[in-house]
């Protein structure tokens, strides 16, 4: 990569040298009116009216209208608009919670109003250019400044007098040009390189599901007797396998939250058995810990269920519906949870555990859905299963665990390729934007 003539020290540690002919100035003196942010009162919502836009509507550095936080009235914005109106052209940084430092360009002229969340910077036309802008503030080195300017309450945030008094680097207004131009086009090429990537993986886990559920409802052998299972969603299945409820096969149970009220005792204060809620799943085959564990005595005192070892937790309500691990040890759960503890000498949990994951949409398709989508434990019970004798099933789970993990080794392979590319487009950014790398004639 190309390097310019002369280098000097821009006297900030984050940023290094930079060009001999480059500024370094506080942010601010960067801006056509002070910085700003949204208001901070809480308004009034409404089904329709001007689209009030907060900090999850910034989303892959643009901003998603589809994630307003809802409507206000005209009185309204023109109320905020007198403090603040978005304009074509502004730059939103989140400054407070979980995104912060998360970054939007304005790229419409339609009317709308923001939370105080953002903070909204507006370019001096004479000074510096939005694309310049936006892409120094969304350089690693620049992000590392804001988290030194963090505080943290009940959640990180850095202060609006922090945040304008940041140094940037300056070059003049044909060079920030031909630097944006060039930031736009490479991260536009690798963006699309690691969506790619991204649509692989989503292939890599259709063949999985498709995978699975071949084996565990036609087996292996294509060349076995057929009959038909008389279940609809099922259909064909091998002669000489058996298709019964899971409440034939299994014990189904649901977990509980102990009883706090009323109770001398913190039932989770210095815990040790894993307590699974639906934060704890994370795909895997495996349930790792717990976040939270709880003590003996809760079930000596029957506020929970012990589990078995190589039960089934499957999650029957919510958003997350139809995430099911296996628990490797004894555990227990909450009421989120649907537990599902096979009798080994008719169904290995193995054998369980992928038929819910090849067949996860019959499983959804059981499910209630009004105010939350729920899997009763009824319901759950009456879902039917298919099953051979347990050497057979022993070898087809074999065959199953060799295909994923000639998978995974792809999954694996695809996912540092993903992360390779997202390093080199931060690095890019960084270097571009503080003259390390010359893309200028």
Request: net charge negative; proline share 5%; glycine share 6%.
């Amino acid at each position: 990569m190309e390097k310019y003539d002369n280098y000097k020290d821009s006297g900030i540690e984050w940023i290094g040298e930079i060009p001999e002919h480059w500024e370094i100035v506080p942010i601010k003196y960067s801006l056509l009116i002070p910085l700003t942010d949204g208001p901070h009162e809480t308004p009034e919502l409404l089904p329709d009216g001007i689209p009030f836009i907060s900090a999850e509507a910034i989303k892959n550095d643009k901003i998603d209208f589809n994630k307003k936080r809802g409507f206000i009235s005209i009185e309204e914005h023109e109320r905020f608009s007198l403090k603040y109106k978005p304009q074509m052209g502004d730059v939103y940084m989140i400054k407070s919670g979980a995104t912060t430092g998360n970054l939007a360009r304005v790229q419409t002229n339609e009317e709308f109003n923001i939370w105080s969340p953002l903070a909204a910077f507006r370019p001096a036309p004479n000074k510096t250019t939005t694309d310049f802008l936006f892409f120094y503030m969304k350089s690693s080195r620049f992000f590392s400044a804001i988290e030194l300017g963090w505080n943290y309450g009940t959640q990180q945030n850095i202060g609006m007098n922090v945040l304008e008094n940041l140094r940037m680097v300056r070059p003049t207004l044909q060079e920030q040009t031909a630097i944006a131009d060039y930031l736009d086009r490479k991260t536009t090429e690798i963006d699309e390189l690691i969506a790619d990537k991204k649509r692989l993986l989503e292939l890599y886990e259709e063949e999985k599901t498709a995978i699975i559920n071949q084996a565990v409802t036609k087996g292996i052998n294509p060349e076995v007797p057929t009959k038909d299972s008389g279940i609809e969603w099922l259909g064909e299945i091998p002669k000489h396998w058996e298709v019964l409820p899971i409440k034939y096969t299994a014990n189904v149970q649901t977990g509980r939250t102990p009883k706090i009220a009323n109770s001398d005792i913190d039932f989770f204060e210095n815990g040790d058995t894993n307590w699974y809620t639906p934060g704890d799943f994370d795909g895997n085959e495996i349930l790792k810990e717990s976040k939270r564990k709880i003590i003996s005595e809760a079930f000596e005192k029957n506020q929970v269920e012990l589990f078995p070892k190589q039960s089934i937790y499957l999650v029957s309500i919510g958003a997350t519906l139809g995430k099911v691990s296996l628990s490797e040890s004894e555990a227990s759960a909450n009421q989120q949870i649907n537990i599902i503890s096979f009798n080994k000498e008719i169904v290995i949990p193995h054998w369980g555990y992928y038929f819910i994951v090849g067949n996860k949409e019959m499983v959804l398709n059981e499910a209630d859905y009004t105010t939350l989508p729920i899997l009763n434990q009824t319901k759950l019970k009456n879902i039917w299963i298919a099953f051979p004798n347990i050497d057979e099933q022993k070898n087809i789970i074999a065959h199953v665990n060799n295909e994923l993990d000639r998978l995974r080794l792809k999954v694996g392979n695809t996912k540092k390729l993903i992360d390779l590319l997202t390093e080199y487009r931060t690095a890019l950014i960084s270097e571009v934007v503080t003259g390390k790398i010359k893309v200028t004639e």
